[in-house]
């Protein structure tokens, strides 16, 4: 995994964070890599698609979360700013933990969700 952000999401996050902030590479997937970011006590998550070939579903993520931007801002993560020519988007970064036993709990909660977005 690339541990340097390349000059155009330096540039994008410069001008949502300012220049004062840390980032840690966290996690790589088959489409983008993820960077915890740190500012003043707050944490971010910056998710970086890689390469041009990925334009389409970096579009379809922005869309997914601007259409259901109320439901991610109460249940998962909030959506800061997004860059098309980065290529990134922001987002509120949240600890999760893996469910270890299902529970009527959580299959409602998950329901709930998904009646939501519908």
Known sequence: MSLELSR?????????????????PIAEGANAL????TKN???????????GRYLERYRREVFF?????EVFAEEISTFYACS?????LLLG???????????EEYVADAIK???KIK
């Open 93 to 103: 970064f949240f600890k999760g933990m893996p469910i270890r036993n299902t529970t």
């Open 113 to 115: 969700f998904f009646e």
């Open 8 to 24: 155009p999401v330096k540039s994008f996050l410069n001008k949502f964070l300012g220049s004062r902030y840390q980032y840690t």
């Open 65 to 69: 979360y601007k259409t259901f931007r």
């Open 41 to 51: 006590r707050q944490e971010f998550f910056l998710k970086v698609y890689k390469e």
């Open 34 to 37: 993820g960077y915890k970011i």
């Open 84 to 88: 098309d020519h980065a290529m990134c």
